[in-house]
């Protein structure tokens, strides 16, 4: 089992994940391309084999406004396939989670059509640095707009209309307010998209009841069986806050992620899932890659026969 984290690295301070200059500056994925390899090698010094990319690793690709920014993928194959070399040399499973203005499902047709090309613009950096099948686009449904059924009908379609490469690449997450495991399953069924398993968000939104062991179990099945699954694992954050600049406390409303990961509630997740098909885990944490080197700790303090699984 790998354990990764998303985008930013906090164990190697002034690394950023990627080229965040103002439009007028000329970002470039090319310098984007220099921090990753950066943090892949940080990486590798840390024993971590999986790592979510920031969405915008070419900055403004997209971007109707600016023109001369949309052929920097292009102009950066060579620089794609060698950091795709190295994440493979690496031994490091990478990912994408597009930001929440990718709504698939919009009732705006621009957005819609934005979106559809921000994915696109993410598959291309994907094929072109060569990177595998288990590699995937990590997306929502998007907005509910009154009606679940037309919503997800939405979905459907606009899921159609993409490129075999971006569907090859796509994989379907639940969320915590709007689209529960049981939507994500009825889209599924109908397209094939694999399912990530989000543990919080189920916790959060499942009127259906599906017990979590089910749900899990089932999103699991729905990959190809070449492809290792991957699962989102976090902990609600818990404590109690002073509003900045108030004497308020802000209290929890535990749809926000916890610093780090409870190590008990994760050996209790893993426990469960014990004898169902193997996956790698996504943690969501704010602590980033310092919750997932602790949570490592605490495992082998905790539950060193499953401390040992982990890669």
Known sequence: MRLGFPVRVLGCPG?????????SQRPHVSVSL???RDILHYLRANKVCMYRMHSWLAPYVTCSELPELRKQIDECVPELAATGELARNHDVRLSF???????LNALNEDQAMRSAGHLEALTQMMDAMGLGAEAVIVTHVGGVYGDVVASRERFLRRYDGLLGAVRRRLALENDDRRFSHADVRVIHQTCGVPLVFDSLHHLLLNPDRIPMRDAL????GTWPEEIRPKVHFSTPRADVRSLRGSHRLKMPTW???SDFINPFEFIAFLRMAQDLRPFDVMLEAKARDLALLKLREDLHRFAPDLAGRIR
């Not at 690394?15 to 439009?23: F, G, M, N, Q």
């Not at 989670?97 to 709504?103: D, F």
């Open 255 to 257: 749809t926000e992620h």
């Open 34 to 36: 220099a921090y990753l």
């Open 217 to 220: 179990d089932y999103s699991l």
């Open 97 to 103: 989670h597009p930001h929440s203005a990718v709504v």
């Open 15 to 23: 690394l950023p994940s990627y080229d965040a200059r103002h439009w």
